[in-house]
């Protein structure tokens, strides 16, 4: 079946634009994440949506960033304002969120890179 | 000190070598996770693991919960398993949230 889809593949922005970065995970996964891999931090989490529950927002780097997750499907992170230190591949996630367990395999989508001017 | 320390950094190979990537990490976890990484491309999950050892054709994962560490082995290595290899956990503390806590990940060159 369809893995975990994202869009735009590239994204070239001015400094001080709005960006809006979209996920579409596998169907069916309750669990979704957003990563960021940038050369200077490695890969680091963002945000977590799971099923109806609050999103834990504690990886977001600043108040200019945000997700919404409608429907329990895809997933719009958006990045106001942006500064040339945003400039990283945004990264999106889904996984089954077992009922006898918490974790699990988590796949990853193609990335989203994004560059700041 | 990050909480997930991957080594090497970097590592060259002959192909057909035995490999050896190692990581420690020094929270307690609900799993550990090692990811695979070619050049310019996506991530693929290779192992997710919590206990014991777990094999898939020439890559192996073992983790020793006791002594917080894992390694992931790659048997009669080839060129195309050139790739960055990362380690990450899912925190054990409770909570609903299963984020993945990264190392900085070991960059394989195997070289024909």
């Known amino acids: 079946g369809a893995g975990v889809s994202q869009s735009p593949s590239n994204k070239v922005t001015e400094k001080g634009k709005d960006v809006e970065l979209r996920c579409d995970p596998i169907?069916?996964?309750?669990?979704l994440y957003w990563y960021r891999q940038s050369l200077g931090q490695g890969l680091e989490f963002l945000i977590y949506f799971q099923g109806n529950s609050a999103p834990d927002k504690s990886g977001l780097p600043s108040d200019r960033f945000s997700a919404e997750r409608t429907g329990g499907s895809v997933s719009t992170l958006t990045i106001q304002r942006t500064q040339q230190e945003d400039s990283a591949v945004y990264l999106c996630?889904?996984?089954?969120?077992?009922?006898?367990?918490?974790?699990?395999?988590?796949?990853f989508g193609p990335g989203t890179r994004l560059t700041v001017l | 000190k990050n909480e997930v320390e991957q080594s090497p950094q970097n590592l060259t190979a002959q192909e057909g070598e035995f490999i050896t990537i190692n990581c420690s990490y020094s929270?307690?976890?609900?799993?550990l996770h090692w990811l695979q990484q070619h050049p310019g491309g996506g991530i693929v999950s290779l192992f997710m693991l919590s206990s014991g050892k777990k094999k898939h054709g020439r890559l192996i994962a073992t983790i020793n919960i006791q002594e917080k560490h894992s390694s992931l082995h790659i048997t009669a290595s080839h060129p195309r398993d050139s790739a960055v290899y990362i380690c990450a956990v899912t925190m054990n503390y409770g909570g609903a949230t299963n984020k993945l806590i990264f190392g900085t990940g070991t960059l394989l060159a195997v070289q024909p």
């Open positions: 169907s069916g996964h309750t669990a």
């Open positions: 929270v307690g976890i609900s799993a």
């Open positions: 996630a889904s996984s089954l969120q077992g009922r006898l367990r918490n974790y699990n395999e988590q796949f």
